[in-house]
């Protein structure tokens, strides 16, 4: 199986998300965080952008020991100076560079011809190349760009030294099919052998997980994402989602990761905690609710055997959380399953009963508490009557 690289972007473009801001000692937490979960590259920031990225990335370089470190720059040389610097004490360090190559970007906001900017990209990535071995190169809104062009923009950056190049779809615009046609023909049609291909989604439309699991079919071996899916606007492709989809449909992909799972729910916690974004409750993976289960006929199935509704076992992503909740759905076998669990002989009560108060109780409350559900059970003891002859 070949190992797909997993590149998180949380501390840069995770942080872009509004209200997602991160202090420089809470950077350099998460950054830690990732680097025991065996991310393979952590984008620690943005380090021209302002004063606060260049430290957090420099003591991010320090502190980490298995990850590659990478600072984002434009293509220019103060941008790709100070991404040097920042990174330049990691064990492993990395320039990414980047700029516009749909007619969009390069007309309307860069100004510029095709001519320009594939001169640009050659000056740019040499430059960054003398600087750093490891040199990524990404084409920004790469799935609005002119297919021909983009090969020509690849096959500049892999001539000029470029060791990673990366295909954005920057705005969420692009479907699964047509990005697998995208990646393909780039594939055939340009130098991308030679190099590792990466891909960066965003959810725009809310295919950022599906489109990367698409391109990952066609061979590329370098995926982007944040730990929850935070980022720009609808935000980018979760980190969990694509590590669970290459695990639990590994017979599809026939590709692995580096990533310890067990540390999955425990960063996005973290993440959660430090940045103040709810995770909502069904999201994937680590949602509150992605392994509970309510209705009577789940919950008789899972405790018959868990497969009936579970394709993961939370327990390989950190989660220990119980997965039988009690509501107005509830069945019998789950309630009396929640009854021994609490430590009661379920023979001494009337189990219709407690049923029957389990689904009252729900017809004015939407949660039941340990003690209220004890309550519920004491109040339907079996009486048990002596006789004498």
Known sequence: MKTIKIFDTTLRDGEQSPGCSMGIDEKVIIAKKLDEMKVDVIEAGFAASNQRDFISIKKISEVVNYSVIASLARCNKNDID????????????????????????????????????????????????????????????????????????????????????????????????????????????????????????????????????SAIKQGVNQVECTINGIGERAGNTALEEVVANIDTRSDYYDCKTNIDLSKIYEISLLVSEVTGSVVQNNKPIVGKN??????????????????????????????????????IHSGKHAIVDKIKKL???????????????????????????????????????????????
């Open 82 to 213: 100070m991404a040097y610097e920042a990174v330049k004490d990691a064990k492993k360090p990395r320039i990414h560079v980047f700029i516009g190559t749909s007619d969009s970007h390069i007309f309307d906001k860069l100004h510029k011809t095709k001519e320009e900017v594939i001169e640009i990209v050659k000056e740019m990535v040499s430059y960054a190349k003398e600087k750093c071995h490891d040199v990524e190169f990404s084409l920004e809104d790469a799935t609005r760009t002119d297919a021909n062009y983009a090969c020509k923009v690849i096959d500049a950056a892999i001539e000029s030294g470029a060791t990673t190049i990366n295909i954005l779809d920057t705005v969420g615009y692009t479907i699964p099919r047509e990005f697998s046609s995208f990646i393909n023909y780039l594939m055939e049609n340009s130098m991308l052998s030679k190099v590792d291909v990466s891909v960066h989604c965003h959810n725009d439309l809310g295919n950022a997980t599906a489109n990367t699991m």
């Open 343 to 389: 430590g009661f002989d379920k023979d001494k009560y009337n189990i219709d009963d407690i049923v029957s108060d389990v689904k009252c109780f729900f017809q004015n409350k939407k949660e039941i508490t340990d003690k209220e559900f004890i309550d519920i059970v004491n109040s339907n003891k079996k009486i048990f009557k002596k006789y004498e002859l």
């Open 290 to 327: 992605a392994f509970k289960h309510e209705a009577g006929i789940h919950q008789a199935g899972v405790l018959n055997n868990k497969k009936t509704y579970e394709i993961m076992n939370p327990k390989k992503y950190g989660i220990y959380q119980d997965n039988m909740v009690i509501g």
